[in-house]
Structure formats: C-alpha cells, structure tokens
C-alpha cells in the first residue's frame, strides 16, 4: 500500500489549506486513516484521524478549526485546516490502517509526507 499525501506548502498566519492523501496498490480494505504531524525537533503526533466504524478524533491544538474527511471510493482522506498558526507549521504524515488480502491482518503503512509551513 502506498500513500501519497500533497497540498503542503507556504501559507501566512490565518490562512486556510487542505491537505490530501491517496492510497493506492492492493488494498482490501482500510479501516483508518488519519493525520499526524511532526515539527523540527519533537515527536510525531497526531492530528485527527477518521476510522471506518466510529467518530473521528482530533487532537485539542487542532479541534474546533481542522476538518477530517474520507472519500472511501477513492481511498482518500482530507485534512482541511483553517486559522492556520505558526505552530501548525510541520511536515504532515498520513497513516493507513490496511488489510491487502481477505484473512490477512490489518498493518500499518506510512507516507512521505507533506510539508506545512505557516509564516508571514
């Protein structure tokens, strides 16, 4: 399973952006999919996450101005963040919770990656 995340770039303080991450080769089924996100220098955290069954999550430093969504036919999940901060500034990562073949256990599969920088 491959995930390609896009939509990083350099967005002033305030400003809005969404983020898109796309999984792609054998895939059964996926039953999370989510973002986290790491800044120069701290660990990876996470930012929200979306699973099949059940409510999505997000992290405090987030909630109340970021958006998680998953378009299950294109096996896309968004992230869609607003009022965007100087410390939301970090390469943002999208993780799959993935089963390749019927009977196989779900694994866990990575991203690049995508960088946010929030300046003026």
Same mark, same amino acid.
């Given at each position: 399973?491959? /995930?390609?995340? *896009?939509?990083?770039?350099? !967005?002033?303080?305030?400003? =809005?952006? &969404? /983020? =898109?991450?796309?999984? =792609?080769?054998? @895939?059964? *089924? @996926?039953s999370v ?10 660990? &990876?955290?996470? %930012?929200?996450? !979306? ?10 430093? !987030? $909630?109340?101005?970021?958006? @998680? *969504? &998953?378009?299950?036919? $294109?096996? +896309? %999940?968004?992230?869609?963040?607003? =009022? ?12 799959? %919770?993935? !089963?390749? &073949? ?12 995508? /960088? /946010? +920088? %929030? *300046?003026?």
């Amino acid at each position: 399973v491959q /995930l390609q995340a *896009s939509g990083g770039g350099l !967005v002033q303080p305030g400003g =809005s952006l &969404r /983020l =898109s991450c796309t999984a =792609s080769g054998t @895939i059964f *089924s @996926i039953s999370v999919m989510g973002w986290y996100r790491q800044a120069p220098g701290t660990q &990876r955290e996470l %930012v929200a996450s !979306v699973p099949s069954v059940g409510a999505t999550k997000y992290a405090t430093a !987030v $909630k109340g101005r970021t958006t @998680i *969504s &998953r378009d299950y036919a $294109k096996n +896309t %999940v968004y992230l869609q963040m607003r =009022s965007l901060k100087p410390e939301d500034t970090a390469v943002y990562y999208c993780p799959a %919770v993935a !089963v390749t &073949r019927y009977l196989d256990s779900p694994s866990n599969y990575w991203g690049q990656g995508t /960088l /946010l +920088t %929030v *300046s003026s």
